[in-house]
């Protein structure tokens, strides 16, 4: 049989088995037996796992940290051997599967995780595409009388990743083209919540990986994860770097652990609108951030501040754009269902929690608890509030969007930086004063500021720049991309080489 005719059954036969149990089991053929292990660690980072037989066939998905590091550890060695082309390969095959798998991942995701839309869960996998990899690792050069120096982007090897229920096969499909195409392997500890999706497109990954390069475990998954396998995970010898993608609890672990994390946290984005602004414009920007996958996103419009004398306007214009406003009554009925108050943890205040149950819900499921029924099509729910309404300080992603007047430029910028809770994450400006936007851009102080337009223009999609699902915040490397998981290493030639 041909090579080309034998990698056509295979993948018809794995689609057909995907279809039909959601598992999609391996006809690929097990890599050959690596060759003996080299015993003892010398802390160079080349140290070979032990290749016991247990590594082989499961393109990728262990049932223990210990198994899956040692396999990505062997994968590591071996993307170092193959090169550069075979990073570029494995950018080209998670870029093309995200697309092509997008329409069946995306319902799985959503069937698993039962938050977000549908329609957008989709729409995340199809922009995989927009991830830099490869390409985006220039070296550095330095040429002077004394020679020439390379400063080289080069592998850690073994990065661990924390993921998202939020997004969980998008956030780790960008980061095995940002962590690969930088020469290193990886181990995810997905959410539990969104495990099975995220080890279904790991399979599927490495299955894809193997045929063309002969490296099986890339990028390794703990199938069942727990906070015991994130323990073991981040322990691991083969770990050398973390990437957490997460709540406040998960960074918060992640920078005990006494490795180096990369932290894309939590954030709570406010938008100040000023009367400068195009009410039309804004109305329609701050509708489509928030109401993407029902408020998921971490960078999603999450408040309004907005000037006094333009606030009605800013909602009408927001009515007739598809979102419903709530009165007192509902908001209140809503915010009842929505968060549970515990008593004296709120420094004399009941302390405000999000309730689960509403956490990227449709705004019809919203609505019912507001007593009212919605107009098809209602992409967004809106109500007034004070500053220090739970809707305004929780980080509550439901497409629920509270609009709070203020009566200057100087009440809206330090509410919004109030409100921000010091994340750092991300904050929206709608005003063509560009002394506003730069107060507002120095005094929040965040990793994302966008103005005039929807949140997601801030990476990459309706404004320039490009993309990805972790935003490192509180420890500060940004959008996240190929340089983000490399080690700078300098390389001197004295005296010669420069050729003027
Ligand atoms: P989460 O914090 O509940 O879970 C994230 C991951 O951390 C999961 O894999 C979870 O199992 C794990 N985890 C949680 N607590 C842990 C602990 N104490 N020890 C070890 N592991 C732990 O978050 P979520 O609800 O899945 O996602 C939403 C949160 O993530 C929001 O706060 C959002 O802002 C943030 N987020 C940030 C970015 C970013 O790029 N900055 C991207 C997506 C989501």
């Known amino acids: 049989m041909s090579a080309v005719n034998e990698t056509l059954i295979r993948d018809v036969v794995a689609e057909v088995l995907g279809k039909l149990g959601g598992t999609i089991t391996t006809t690929a053929k097990p ?19 032990t290749s016991a037989p247990a ?48 329409e069946q991942w995306g319902r799985i995701e959503f069937e698993e995780t039962k938050i977000g839309r549908l329609d957008h869960k989709i729409a995340k996998l199809g922009l995989i595409k927009l991830v830099p990899g490869v390409d985006w690792l220039r070296p550095d050069a330095r040429s002077g009388d004394h020679g020439i120096t390379l400063e080289e982007y080069t592998p850690f090897g073994v990065v661990g990743a924390i993921t998202p229920s939020t997004h969980s096969i998008p956030t780790l499909s960008g980061n095995i083209v940002n962590i690969c195409a930088a020469g290193n392997s990886v181990v995810f500890n997905a959410h539990p919540s969104a495990a099975r999706c995220a080890a279904i497109a790991v399979r599927a990954y490495n299955e894809a990986i193997y045929r063309e390069t002969g490296i099986e475990n890339i990028a390794c998954i703990i199938e069942k994860p727990s906070l015991d396998s994130f323990n073991e995970l981040c322990k691991n010898e083969f770990t050398r770097l973390l990437l957490v993608t997460g709540g406040p609890m998960v960074v918060k672990a992640a920078m005990q652990t006494g490795k180096r994390a990369i932290c894309a946290g939590p954030g ?42 333009v606030a009605d306007k800013l909602m009408q214009r927001m009515a007739e754009n598809g ?72 980080e509550q992603m ?13 009440e809206g910028i330090e509410r919004s930086l109030q409100s921000e809770h010091n994340y750092k994450h991300t904050a929206i ?23 005039n337009g929807p949140s ?45």
Do not use: W
């Open 456 to 500: 997601p223009a801030g990476l990459g999609l309706g404004g320039e720049g490009y993309l990805s699902f972790s935003i490192a915040t509180p420890t500060g490397e940004g959008i996240t991309n190929p340089r983000t998981f490399t080690r700078v290493r300098r390389c001197v030639m004295v005296d010669n080489l420069r050729i003027y």
């Open 31 to 49: 890599a050959p037996a690596p060759s003996a292990p080299q015993s003892g660690a010398c802390g160079c980072g080349t140290k070979k796992a």
């Open 55 to 102: 590594l082989r066939g499961k393109f990728g998905v262990f049932a223990t940290a210990e198994e899956a590091c040692a396999a990505a550890q062997e994968s590591f060695l071996q993307l170092k051997e193959k090169g550069m082309a075979a990073r570029r390969k494995i950018e080209e095959i998670v870029k093309a599967l995200a697309e092509k798998n997008a």
């Open 323 to 394: 979102a419903v406003k709530l009165n007192p009554s509902q908001l209140e009925k809503l915010t009842k269902a929505a968060f549970t108050f515990k008593e004296g943890q709120g420094g004399g205040c009941a302390q405000a929690h999000t309730n689960k149950d509403y956490i990227g819900k449709d705004p019809s499921v919203l609505a019912q608890a507001a007593g009212i029924n919605l107009p098809s099509g209602t992409q967004l729910l809106f109500g007034e509030t004070d500053a220090m309404h739970p809707f305004v300080q929780e």
């Open 398 to 410: 439901m497409p629920m969007i509270p609009i709070v007047r203020v009566k200057s430029v100087e």
């Open 429 to 451: 400006i709608h005003s063509h004063d560009v002394e506003n936007i730069t107060a507002m851009a120095r005094a929040l102080d965040t990793t994302l500021f966008v103005k």
């Open 268 to 309: 709570n984005p406010p938008v100040f609108v000023d009367d400068t602004c195009c009410p039309t414009r804004a109305a329609k920007a701050i509708i489509s951030g928030a109401a993407f996958d029902n408020n998921l996103l971490c960078i999603g419009e999450k408040q309004v501040f907005v000037l006094d004398q």
